[in-house]
């Protein structure tokens, strides 16, 4: 199985500075097609995950732009430009490439200083 | 309006059954594989099951294989989870959804909560 390994587990930051999460993950996650199945999820207190970013990079419908996703092979990020108050909750990045099993990472919690 | 609604939550004793369903609308279901995702209380997200969208491929994590089944009717839009022989860590919320991985809209329901307790 493809262990995702997310750094840091909790991130205080402050209302308007930059936040970084990083994905790690035990294998590649090129598929044979050449793209890279690596989402990204965040869960806000209370509500069901949400896809933010799918295939590394690609911000889903609806998603503000300070929201960034990179990376290849076994190492993303996720970027928050500008964090605001609405971003708190806990973030997580998961791979599709090697299945079964779907595997999630441990969780980011992201909170405001 | 797309949407996922699941269904059939409780509080149960250790050993017995529950099926969860989970009602799709407002899309393509037989499009779609579905899934099934829980969350134990305070903790991470964990995948446990799949069906293609035809039901003809199941998956399963192994810490359920030979508990949990998983189907699904398309001409009810609905996919079911079949828990048997439940244990206390299988307490949980369930979340059923789509999980998509490329530019199709990911879906997810609001979950329904599991409690195994004697």
């Known amino acids: 199985d493809v262990v995702m390994t997310q750094s840091p587990l909790s991130l205080p930051v402050t209302l308007g500075q930059p936040a970084s999460i990083s994905c790690r993950s035990s294998?590649?996650?090129?598929?044979?097609?050449?793209?890279?199945?690596l989402n990204w999820f965040q869960q806000r207190p209370g509500q069901s995950p949400r896809r933010l970013i799918y295939k590394v990079s690609n911000r889903d419908s609806g998603v503000p732009d300070r929201f960034s996703g990179s990376g290849s092979g076994t190492d993303f990020t996720l970027k928050i430009s500008r964090v605001e108050a609405e971003d708190v909750g806990v973030y997580y990045c998961m791979q599709a490439t090697h299945w079964p099993p779907w595997t999630f990472g441990q969780g980011t919690k992201v909170e405001i200083k | 309006q797309v949407q996922l609604v699941e269904s059939g939550g409780g509080v149960v004793q250790p050993g017995t059954s529950l099926r969860l369903s989970c009602a799709a609308s407002g899309f393509t279901f037989s499009s779609y594989g579905m899934h099934w995702v829980r969350q134990t209380p305070g903790k991470g997200l964990e995948w446990l099951s799949a069906i293609s969208h035809d039901g003809s491929n199941k998956y399963f994590t192994d810490s359920v294989k030979g508990r949990f089944t998983i189907s699904r009717d398309n001409s009810k839009n609905t996919v079911y989870l079949q828990m048997n022989s439940l244990r206390a860590e299988d307490t949980a919320m369930y979340y059923c959804?789509?999980?998509?991985?490329?530019?199709?809209?990911?879906?997810w329901g609001r979950g329904t909560m599991v409690t195994v307790s004697s």
């Open positions: 959804t789509n999980l998509g991985i490329t530019q199709a809209p990911d879906i």
């Open positions: 294998q590649s996650l090129v598929y044979s097609d050449g793209n890279t199945y």
